[in-house]
């Protein structure tokens, strides 16, 4: 039985893990440690994390990830998502442990037109990328058994994200305006632990970096508008440039990423945007008739 280590507890994708992790509890022997039990930037609970409790793999998805944030919060955000990778990747070699990190397409500028492959160039817009990629180097420089997958635009029925801000407001208001000039994949966090579920239940020992989103390709216009039409929603939506809604941190124009590589050594086949996001509004639309 493996026995793996979850960190970011109480974030959407630790959530998401919990959900599917728990269908594989005859195989996997999972702890799952909040920010309070496991601080990732205090280098000695990190190892004493790790000298308490044998581990095969470890899960890191704990990360500072608000991305405007991060451009006043710079000592946090880097603190989290480049110390904190360090020393979990320290931690991890010394015991002989994978790491499972989950790093951003925001670690790429988005001047390209063709999906971002593994190796493309890497050239982070805002902090909370840049902080992204220190983690990515240092994983790759400290722990030969890592696995860095990147993922983009994440959603679920857990946490703060797109998908619920969305319903929130279009339940509020009559007009909405929605950038139109970024353009990605949004990707499902139930997927994506999935995902996370084969490398450990397969032991796949292809160790480097992976790209994973959902299939298909989307502005956050084409997102919103799929959002409503799925759950019954009428808003008038109204498509505006990235210059009319100026944020704190740049974002990428095109984040689109290549995930022949995942598919190829995991032997799947990747669900489309669209399908997820109807399974997941499904879910949350259950989730609030069960709360009511
Ligand atoms: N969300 C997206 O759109 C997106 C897109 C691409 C990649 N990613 C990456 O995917 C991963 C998961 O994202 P998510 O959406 O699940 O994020 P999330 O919901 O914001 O969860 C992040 C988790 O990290 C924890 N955390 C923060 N600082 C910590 C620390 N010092 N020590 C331990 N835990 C700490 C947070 O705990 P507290 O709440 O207690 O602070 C939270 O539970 C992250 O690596 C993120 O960079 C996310």
Same mark, same amino acid.
């Given at each position: 039985?493996?026995?793996?280590?979850? %960190?970011?507890? %109480? =974030?959407?994708?630790?959530?998401?893990?919990?959900?599917?992790?728990?269908?594989?509890?005859?195989?996997?022997?999972?702890?799952?440690?909040?920010?309070?039990?496991?601080?990732?930037?205090?280098?000695?609970?990190?190892?004493?994390?790790?000298?308490?409790?044998? /581990?095969?793999?470890?899960?890191?998805?704990?990360?500072?990830?608000?991305?405007?944030?991060?451009?006043?919060?710079?000592?946090?955000?880097?603190?989290?998502?480049?110390?904190?990778?360090?020393?979990?990747?320290?931690?991890?070699?010394?015991?002989?442990?994978?790491?499972?990190?989950?790093?951003?397409?925001?670690?790429?500028?988005?001047?390209?037109?063709?999906?971002?492959?593994?190796?493309?160039?890497?050239?982070?817009?805002?902090?909370?990328?840049?902080?992204?990629?220190?983690?990515?180097? %240092?994983?790759?420089?400290?722990?030969?058994?890592?696995?860095?997958?990147?993922?983009?635009?994440?959603?679920?029925?857990? =946490?703060?994200?797109?998908?619920?801000?969305?319903?929130?407001? =279009?339940?509020?208001?009559?007009?909405?305006?929605?950038?139109?000039?970024?353009?990605?994949?949004?990707? /499902?966090?139930?997927?994506?632990?999935?995902?996370?579920?084969?490398?450990?239940?397969?032991?796949?020992?292809?160790?480097? %970096?992976?790209?994973?989103?959902?299939?298909?390709?989307?502005?956050?216009?084409?997102?919103?508008?799929?959002?409503?039409?799925?759950?019954?929603?009428?808003?008038?939506?109204?498509?505006?440039?990235?210059?009319?809604?100026?944020?704190?941190?740049?974002?990428?124009?095109?984040?689109?990423?290549?995930?022949?590589?995942?598919?190829?050594?995991?032997?799947?086949?990747?669900?489309?945007?669209?399908?997820?996001?109807?399974?997941?509004?499904?879910?949350?639309?259950?989730?609030?008739?069960?709360?009511?």
């Amino acid at each position: 039985m493996s026995k793996i280590l979850v %960190t970011g507890a %109480t =974030g959407q994708l630790a959530t998401c893990i919990k959900d599917v992790f728990s269908e594989c509890a005859d195989t996997l022997s999972v702890v799952y440690r909040t920010s309070s039990e496991l601080d990732i930037t205090d280098v000695a609970t990190v190892f004493q994390e790790f000298k308490t409790t044998t /581990y095969d793999y470890c899960i890191n998805t704990a990360a500072y990830t608000h991305v405007d944030g991060a451009e006043t919060n710079q000592e946090t955000a880097r603190s989290v998502n480049s110390e904190g990778a360090k020393h979990l990747a320290a931690a991890c070699a010394k015991n002989n442990v994978v790491l499972i990190h989950i790093s951003t397409d925001f670690v790429f500028d988005g001047s390209q037109s063709v999906p971002y492959i593994e190796e493309d160039a890497t050239h982070a817009l805002g902090v909370y990328g840049a902080t992204k990629l220190e983690g990515e180097k %240092t994983i790759r420089s400290l722990c030969p058994k890592h696995f860095i997958i990147r993922t983009s635009w994440l959603y679920s029925e857990y =946490g703060s994200n797109f998908l619920k801000s969305m319903l929130e407001y =279009g339940r509020e208001e009559e007009s909405l305006s929605i950038v139109f000039d970024q353009v990605g994949s949004p990707t /499902y966090a139930r997927d994506l632990a999935q995902i996370l579920s084969l490398f450990v239940v397969r032991e796949i020992d292809d160790y480097g %970096t992976y790209h994973f989103s959902n299939e298909g390709v989307a502005s956050w216009y084409d997102f919103a508008q799929a959002i409503f039409e799925i759950n019954n929603i009428s808003v008038r939506l109204l498509p505006i440039r990235s210059e009319a809604y100026p944020l704190p941190a740049q974002r990428p124009h095109f984040s689109v990423l290549d995930k022949s590589k995942i598919k190829k050594v995991l032997q799947i086949e990747i669900p489309h945007w669209r399908d997820s996001l109807l399974r997941a509004s499904e879910t949350l639309a259950l989730k609030s008739k069960k709360s009511t």
